[in-house]
Nanobody
Framework: QVQLVESGGGLVQAGGSLRLSCTGA????????MAWYRQAPGKPRELVAG???????KYADSVKGRFTISRDSAENSVYLQMNNLKPEDTAVYSC?????????WGRGTQVTVSS
């Protein structure tokens, strides 16, 4: 069983930055896709940024140019650098790791951006 644990969330003013981290404890074999999702109150969960095993990345249009995803596959870790944060970025951010038939989620970390 693999556990993903996020950290780095918090309260920040608009225009500020945060760096989220997610680390998976346990042994994971094979190629992995890793991603960050977020869910704001009353809204569906959405993909923020994803990183495939081949190095390609994908971003939601709303965060392009502001957020950067990076990873350390050897450590089962994924990071999200968030710059120029906006109040609409307020949400619970969760990481996800997919390896073959296995699909793991973290419990999430709260990000709150004040105006």
């Amino acid at each position: 069983q693999v556990q993903l644990v996020e950290s780095g969330g918090g309260l920040v003013q608009a225009g500020g930055s945060l760096r989220l981290s997610c680390t998976g404890a346990g042994t994971i074999f094979g190629a992995k896709a890793m991603a960050w999702y977020r869910q704001a109150p009353g809204k569906p969960r959405e993909l923020v940024a994803g990183s495939n095993s081949d190095g390609t990345t994908k971003y939601a249009d709303s965060v392009k140019g502001r957020f950067t995803i990076s990873r350390d596959s050897a450590e089962n870790s994924v990071y999200l650098q968030m710059n120029n944060l906006k109040p609409e970025d307020t949400a619970v951010y969760s990481c996800r790791l997919v390896a073959g038939p296995y699909d793991y989620w973290g419990r999430g970390t709260q990000v709150t951006v004040s105006s």
